[in-house]
């Protein structure tokens, strides 16, 4: 059995304890308060440990890691989808090895912030389940259906999925869902259907929705319905649901947020660069949806950056929010949405733990150094096996992970031939 021993270990984001212990294999065993030890240990003396449930981003797109900074270039989102994303993505779907790099390398960004699983959405997703299962951190992922745009049909992108979901049927970090991407991008009846398979081979639905106003003009006059007639029609609350944004959602909240197997995934920083809208979150919270955070595309791939971002922008000049609500929505909400436990540090969850060190000179209290951006992660587990350790990933070496860059850059320079870096 390991163990792993901090200053401080947060149980859950409201209750931490000063100096205790986690024993764990696969799973946590046993949590003890120990006598305070004073280590000779040089970092002992300048840092404080901390012990954490690892976090999840409920929402990202590993593929668009290349182009994570250009969702602060001033588009709204249809405008960054034409410009960025659609030619991107259609150089990515074209070259899978491409897919497998850029993973490991976005990964490698997500797990150093504290990240232990995450819901990607995309395609050439095999490629990424196999980056995932060797940096070994848990996936939730889905193939972006749409009727068209990167597949030759609705079909294609459907097979693919399909695929995905016997291909990693046995696998320990794998889970499979379907992607219906968004009501704008296929036709109700294509969506529905993949709600009715979801659920014939018991795998949940992720999705966008109501991100901007235009999606609900867009339902109106294409198809006569309302978000709420959609839902309905679709079956969307019959299976387990991760919903991107929800953010023009609130006529709906009634009888779908508050539906037990919805949970809203709120990307904060991908919302406000985009012009989506803002998420009336405490709203939403207050009447019962269940809430994750998610990265989606913004320009790091750092979920305490979306938290610490979310406390700044939900502020209603009223009184302080608690950091604890984000570092909540990053660790319960997330761990929750994905059907992966509880997100909390206690006995019998599976052992996903990270330890962070911050700077004493820097420290007030454990989870508001987390969510403010001012501990760092210096080890990663998951399911007991440490995954992340000394600024690197594990599981690879550092010639393997020297390959995999150079790979990555060459693919970024033949697709940005111009791009100053490549004529360097
Ligand atoms: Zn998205």
Wanted: hydrophobic residues 40%; aromatic residues 10%.
């Amino acid at each position: 059995m390991r163990e792993l021993c901090g200053d401080f270990l947060v149980i859950n984001p409201y209750t931490w304890v000063r100096n205790a212990c986690v024993y764990f294999d696969s799973k946590i065993r046993e949590v003890h308060v120990v006598e305070s030890t004073n280590s000779p240990d040089k970092l002992r003396r300048h840092y404080y440990t901390i012990i954490t449930h690892g976090l999840a981003s409920a929402h990202t797109h590993l593929g668009l890691y290349p182009i994570r900074s250009s969702v602060s270039n001033g588009l709204d989102l249809d405008g960054w989808v034409r410009i960025y994303a659609w030619p991107w993505e259609k150089y990515l779907r074209e070259n899978w090895r491409l897919t497998y790099v850029n993973a490991l390398i976005s990964l490698e960004e997500l797990v150093k912030s504290g990240v232990t699983a995450f819901a990607d959405m995309h395609f050439n997703e095999e490629q990424v389940g196999l980056a995932t299962e060797k940096v070994g951190v848990k996936g939730d992922l889905s193939i972006a259906l749409m009727d068209g745009g990167v597949y030759e049909s609705f079909e294609e992108g459907l097979k693919e999925n399909l695929y995905l979901v016997n291909k990693f049927r046995e696998s320990k970090l794998i889970n499979v869902r379907l992607g219906p991407c968004t009501p704008r991008l296929l036709t109700p009846k294509q969506f529905r259907n993949a709600v009715e398979l979801a659920r014939e081979s018991g795998v949940g639905i992720h999705t966008h929705l109501a991100e901007v106003p235009h999606d609900l003009t867009y339902l109106k006059k294409k198809w006569g319905m309302n978000l709420k007639e959609f839902i309905k029609f679709v079956r969307l609350t019959e299976v387990n649901s991760l919903v991107a944004h929800g953010i023009w959602a609130t006529s709906v909240i009634d009888d779908f947020f508050t539906s037990r197997n919805v949970y809203v995934v709120h990307p904060p920083r991908s919302n406000v660069l985009l012009g989506d809208g803002r998420l009336p979150l405490l709203k939403i919270i207050s009447e019962g949806t269940k809430v994750a955070l998610g990265v989606d595309v913004a320009p790091t791939y750092n979920i305490i950056d979306d938290m610490s971002f979310a406390l700044a922008l939900h502020y209603q000049g009223l009184r302080p929010i608690s950091p604890e609500l984000f570092f909540s929505l990053g660790s319960e909400g997330g761990y929750r949405a994905l059907g992966l436990g509880s997100g909390d540090l206690v006995i019998g969850e599976a052992a996903d733990i990270v330890v962070w060190r911050v700077r004493k000179e820097a420290f007030t209290h454990p989870i508001s150094s987390i969510v403010l951006g001012d501990a760092r992660v210096s080890e990663a587990y998951v399911n007991g096996e440490l995954v992340f350790s000394g600024n690197t990933l594990t599981n690879l070496s550092e010639n393997e992970m020297e390959d995999v860059r150079e790979e990555f850059n060459e693919y970024l320079c033949d697709f940005i031939k111009s791009h100053p870096y490549c004529q360097a």
